[in-house]
């Protein structure tokens, strides 16, 4: 009799335990849906209720008419498109010869990539920045394009190294009797297979460029090729932050990630932890 | 004759995987970071950006010695707890939530998890500033609980250098425990059943289960997602930037990375920032090589 009620009692404590962490962790998102819909002079509430009344859609409206939103969302869909294929492209055949062959240099190069992580981000930015400016490439997306899909390689050629180890080469070699040639025993046969870690590599990558503030506000100074976030951050002057067109943008910007994260997040698992298990 | 081509032909397919990726990452990573080793031993600032010159370890000396507002020690401790402090919540929030998620009877799980996982998929840069909202004195939200549900007197948060710093910990923290519980659930469902079976048989009590079988088989997976994730934090810069908006008040809210970046951006200067960057570098070097080394020793020993 007592055990189970120690048993119901575990289950109803675990309960609250989720459900609080759960709040926890929805809150401050809700509090940026919640300042989106508010009415403009009701901005500044001191109430806590999260479903204004009034709500409106205004700060939405003012966001695509009054401000050069929507060429910031287009400039960061560009960025982030570019950097994402670039990112997949690159880690998965490299993470690839790193899995299957050797090679001169093949131990160092997979210990460089990891010691990449350990570089603070000012060690980059500061030299890539001054060869910017003599490249004359401040102000260019060649330039942040560039930046940005050597930001998350490291990282994603280890993942997919370690997911490849996983693969049994036999795979290959049945591919090979079968007549491929070695390219379309990888591109047919062992990418599909891949796919949980390159999954993982396209949000990686697509999430380093999407919202990257501190290289960005480097780089790109003209307003017209700003991308989102230095946008975003211009609403939230020092002096009277426009919570109205902050919130609507933020909501903006983070649907597609929060989605894209979501529905990936089965693969998150599997991608992330069998990469580092065998790395 | 044929051997010879097939090893040929090998060897140029195995440079057309590397090739691209090895292009790039010497362009944006190996050759900045030689650049940043002579930057860090020349005077290049604003003051010398065409005529700078190699001026040896004179920089590396200022940053140990010169009386900057921080100091260089001040800011490396605020570092250190910053770090230890994030880490420590990180992954006790998170390997105590995937336990508890990972029980078998509980419901709707693929729901906790996603809920879970939000404030890791909402983007640094938004995360930071809407806690920076949240803190505000007068209409952050933070405060109005404090006075209206608790009756406790409302903190300036972002105006005194010890509440700012446990604003920035806060915002940290919560970004930063589901990495650590999608990590966890991950190793926590390869452990096989009947271990837990066979401990319940022999009548071990709950804590004898996690301390014999879970965390000692989920420690693998643990350790390097710890290093990685005391790595990331250690280089934090977003989070300290956007939520103290720059290190106020009045540059009290630095850790080291946020320190170079106003150094090297907003005071541009750049032998001294390169410097910096470099002994952050060489800390973190030493830490992980030390840390990995000593996990690797016991883990030997099981």
Redesign the interface.
């Known amino acids: 009799m007592s055990g189970k009620k120690k048993y119901f009692s575990r ?1 109803i404590v ?2 609250i ?2 459900i609080l ?2 709040i ?6 809700m ?2 849906v919640s ?1 989106s819909l508010r009415p403009a002079d009701r901005l ?5 209720e999260l479903i204004p009344s009034n709500a409106t859609f205004h700060s939405y409206e003012r966001l695509f008419t009054e401000t050069e939103f929507f060429q910031w969302l287009i400039n960061s869909t560009l960025v982030a498109f570019v950097v994402t294929l ?1 990112g997949v ?3 998965s ?2 993470g ?3 899995s299957r ?1 050797e ?1 001169i240099g093949k131990k160092i ?1 997979l210990l ?1 990539l990891l ?17 910017l400016v003599k490249l004359h490439l401040i102000n260019s997306y060649l330039g942040i394009i ?2 940005y ?2 930001t998350a ?2 990282f994603c ?1 280890w993942q997919m190294k370690g997911y490849y180890d996983t693969i049994p080469t036999s795979l290959e070699e049945a591919g090979r009797i079968d007549g491929c040639n ?2 379309q025993t990888f591109y047919k046969i062992i990418l599909p297979l891949a796919s949980p870690a390159l999954v993982i590599t396209a949000l990686f990558s697509f ?1 380093s460029a ?5 290289v960005a506000a ?1 780089i790109l100074q003209d307003t017209d090729l700003w991308t989102l ?1 230095l946008g ?2 211009s609403f ?1 002057a ?1 002096m009277g ?1 426009e ?1 109205g067109l ?1 919130g609507a943008a ?1 909501v903006i ?2 649907i597609p ?2 989605i894209l ?2 529905s990936l ?1 089965r693969w ?3 991608g ?2 069998l990469g ?2 065998k ?1 | 004759m044929m051997a010879k081509k097939a090893k040929f032909r090998q060897k140029a397919y195995i440079l057309f995987l590397v090739a691209p990726a090895f292009i790039i990452l010497v362009g944006v990573v190996i050759y900045p970071f030689f650049y940043n080793i002579v930057l860090s031993l020349s005077n290049m600032s604003l003051r010398h950006i065409r005529d700078w010159k190699i001026v040896g370890f004179e920089q590396y000396v200022k940053v140990f010695t010169e009386n900057t507002q921080p100091g260089f020690y001040g800011i490396f401790l605020k570092t250190i707890i910053w770090t230890v402090v994030n880490v420590f919540f990180h992954v006790v929030i998170g390997v105590f939530l995937a336990l508890v998620l990972n029980q078998k009877e509980i419901r709707g799980k693929a729901i906790f998890r996603t809920i879970l996982i939000l404030p890791w998929a909402v983007p640094q840069l938004i995360v930071a500033l809407t806690w920076r909202g949240m803190f505000n004195y007068e209409f952050g939200s933070i405060n109005l609980m404090l006075t209206h549900w608790f009756g406790l007197p409302a903190v300036q948060w972002l105006k005194n250098p010890l509440d700012a710093f446990i604003a920035v910990i806060l915002t940290n923290v919560w970004l930063g425990f589901p990495f650590m519980m999608v990590i966890a659930l991950g190793a926590l469902q390869s452990i096989p059943q009947d271990l837990y079976e066979a401990a319940e048989i022999d009548g071990a009590m709950w804590y004898h289960r996690l301390q014999k079988i879970t965390l000692p088989l989920i420690r693998p997976v643990m350790i390097p997602a710890i290093t990685l994730g005391t790595i990331w934090t250690f280089n934090n810069l977003n989070i300290i930037w956007l939520v103290s908006n720059g290190g106020e008040p009045s540059d009290n809210t630095h850790i080291l990375v946020s320190f170079v970046y106003k150094a090297a951006f907003n005071f541009y200067r750049y032998g001294y920032g390169a410097a910096l960057s470099m002994v952050i570098f060489f800390v973190l070097l030493v830490f992980s090589l030390s840390f990995m080394r000593k996990t690797k020793a016991t883990e030997a020993a099981y």
Do not use: D, H, R
């Open positions: 289950i675990s309960y335990i989720l962490f759960c926890i962790a929805l809150y401050p998102v509090q940026i300042i500044l509430s001191t109430s806590l670039t492209v690159l880690a055949t490299a690839f010869a790193f062959f090679f190069g460089s010691v990449t992580q350990m570089f603070p981000a000012t060690m980059l930015l500061l030299p890539m920045y001054i060869m560039i930046m899909s050597a390689l490291p050629i070695q390219f999430m999407w919202t990257e503030y501190v480097q976030p975003l951050k939230e020092n932050t919570w902050y933020s910007i983070t990630v929060v994260f979501l997040s998150l698992v599997s992330l932890t580092s298990v790395g």
